[in-house]
C-alpha cells in the first residue's frame, strides 16, 4: 500500500461522522427492550444487534465489528465476564456492564469496564453513560489513526540523511539508526526509547520486543531490525534474536561453541557459534 492510499484513508477516517455499531448481550428479553428503546432514536447509533446468552455473544463479537456492548454480567453457564476472557484486546469493545448487584461494580471497572449500570436501568443514568461510552470509542479510533500515521512515517520517513563515508570506509551514520520505535499497546501507539530494549525475538511475523516493564510485538522483519538498530547497542546472538549488550551479564559456553547469554534480570538467551566472535567482541569494547 502506498503513502496516497494509507494517506487517504486516514484522512477519510478524521471526516467521516461518528456511528456505532451497539450490541445487547442479556437473558432477560425485558432488559434488552429496555435498552433498545432508549437507542433506537439515537442518530448516532448505526446499528442495534442483540444476543440472548454470553455463547452468541462470544460468537457475535469475534465475527462482526462492534463499537459499544451492553453487557449483562449474570447469566446462565458463561457470564459477562467470560465473555470477555475470550477476547483478544483488539476485540475487546466498549463495555457497559449491566448488573442487578452493586457488588460486581468494582470487578467490573477491573475488567476495563467504561461505566456499569444497575437494573432496572433508570434513563438518565443511561445517557450519561452511553455519552462516556462513545466518547471512549471516538478516542479509541483518533489512537488508532494515530498508531497508524506513526507506523508509516516510522517506516517511511519524510527525510533519511544519506550516510557519508568514514576515514575507515564504514558507511553506517550513526543518524540512519532507530531512537525510538512507535509500538501497539491495546490500540495505543506506545513511543519507546530504543536504548530501553532488552532483546528481540521472532515470533513468525512479528517481533517480540522485550523491555523490563513490558513485551510488545511489532510486525517487522529481523534483518529490518537489525539494519535500523545501533550495531554498538544491539547485536544479533542468533538468527531469532537480537540483545542489547548492555543487559548481558555473562556468557555460558557449551559445546560446539553454542552457548547462552545472561541478562541481568536473570533471563538466559541461546547464541549460536556463527555469532560468537561478534559477541565477544562487542563485550570487549563494552569495558
Same mark, same amino acid.
Given at each position: 500500500?502506498?503513502?496516497t492510499t494509507?494517506?487517504?484513508r #486516514?484522512?477519510?477516517? #478524521?471526516?467521516t461522522?461518528?456511528r456505532?455499531?451497539v ?10 427492550q429496555?435498552?433498545?428503546? *432508549?437507542?433506537?432514536?439515537?442518530r448516532e447509533i448505526?446499528s442495534?444487534s442483540?444476543? #440472548?446468552?454470553?455463547f452468541?455473544a462470544?460468537? /457475535? ?5 462492534t463499537? !459499544?456492548?451492553f453487557?449483562?454480567?449474570? *447469566? ?9 476472557q475470550?477476547?483478544e484486546?483488539?476485540? !475487546?469493545?466498549?463495555v457497559v ?9 468494582? +470487578? ?9 449500570l444497575?437494573k432496572? #436501568? ?7 453513560t ?12 483518533i489512537?488508532? !489513526?494515530t ?12 527525510? =533519511?540523511?544519506?550516510p ?5 570506509g564504514d ?6 539508526y532507530w531512537?525510538?520505535? =512507535?509500538?501497539?499497546?491495546r ?5 519507546? +526509547?530504543?536504548?530501553d !530494549?532488552d ?10 520486543i522485550? =523491555? +523490563?516493564? +513490558?513485551?510488545?510485538l511489532?510486525?517487522?522483519? *529481523?534483518?529490518?531490525?537489525? *539494519?535500523?538498530?545501533?550495531p ?6 542468533h538468527r531469532?534474536?537480537i540483545?542489547?549488550?548492555?543487559v548481558i551479564?555473562?556468557?555460558q559456553? /557449551?559445546t ?5 547469554v545472561?541478562?541481568?534480570d536473570?533471563?538466559?538467551l541461546? /547464541? ?9 567482541a562487542a563485550?570487549?569494547l563494552?569495558?
Amino acid at each position: 500500500m502506498d503513502s496516497t492510499t494509507i494517506l487517504s484513508r #486516514v484522512a477519510e477516517a #478524521v471526516a467521516t461522522p461518528n456511528r456505532y455499531n451497539v450490541l445487547l448481550v442479556d437473558d432477560e428479553d425485558l432488559a434488552r427492550q429496555n435498552i433498545r428503546l *432508549m437507542l433506537q432514536d439515537d442518530r448516532e447509533i448505526a446499528s442495534i444487534s442483540e444476543c #440472548v446468552n454470553g455463547f452468541e455473544a462470544v460468537e /457475535f463479537l469475534h465475527t462482526t465489528p462492534t463499537d !459499544i456492548v451492553f453487557l449483562d454480567i449474570q *447469566m446462565p453457564k458463561m457470564n459477562g465476564f467470560d465473555v470477555l476472557q475470550t477476547l483478544e484486546p483488539s476485540q !475487546i469493545p466498549v463495555v457497559v456492564f449491566i448488573t442487578a448487584f452493586d457488588r460486581y461494580a468494582l +470487578k467490573a471497572f477491573d475488567s476495563s469496564a467504561v461505566d456499569y449500570l444497575l437494573k432496572p #436501568v433508570e434513563e438518565e443514568r443511561f445517557f450519561q453513560t452511553l455519552e462516556r461510552a462513545k466518547k471512549m470509542r471516538r478516542q479509541q479510533k483518533i489512537d488508532n !489513526i494515530t498508531t497508524r500515521l506513526l507506523e508509516f512515517l516510522n517506516e517511511n520517513p519524510l527525510y =533519511t540523511q544519506q550516510p557519508t563515508e568514514s576515514e575507515s570506509g564504514d558507511t553506517h551514520n550513526a543518524n540512519e539508526y532507530w531512537e525510538h520505535i =512507535t509500538l501497539n499497546s491495546r490500540g495505543r501507539a506506545v513511543v519507546v +526509547k530504543t536504548q530501553d !530494549i532488552d532483546w528481540i525475538e521472532a515470533d513468525t511475523y512479528y517481533a517480540e520486543i522485550h =523491555t +523490563k516493564q +513490558k513485551t510488545y510485538l511489532l510486525r517487522e522483519r *529481523m534483518h529490518i531490525l537489525e *539494519m535500523r538498530l545501533d550495531p554498538t547497542i544491539f547485536l544479533r546472538i542468533h538468527r531469532s534474536i537480537i540483545v542489547n549488550v548492555n543487559v548481558i551479564q555473562e556468557l555460558q559456553h /557449551f559445546t560446539h561453541s553454542d552457548g547462552v547469554v545472561v541478562l541481568t534480570d536473570g533471563t538466559k538467551l541461546k /547464541f549460536t557459534r556463527t555469532y560468537k566472535s561478534r559477541l565477544q567482541a562487542a563485550l570487549n569494547l563494552r569495558h
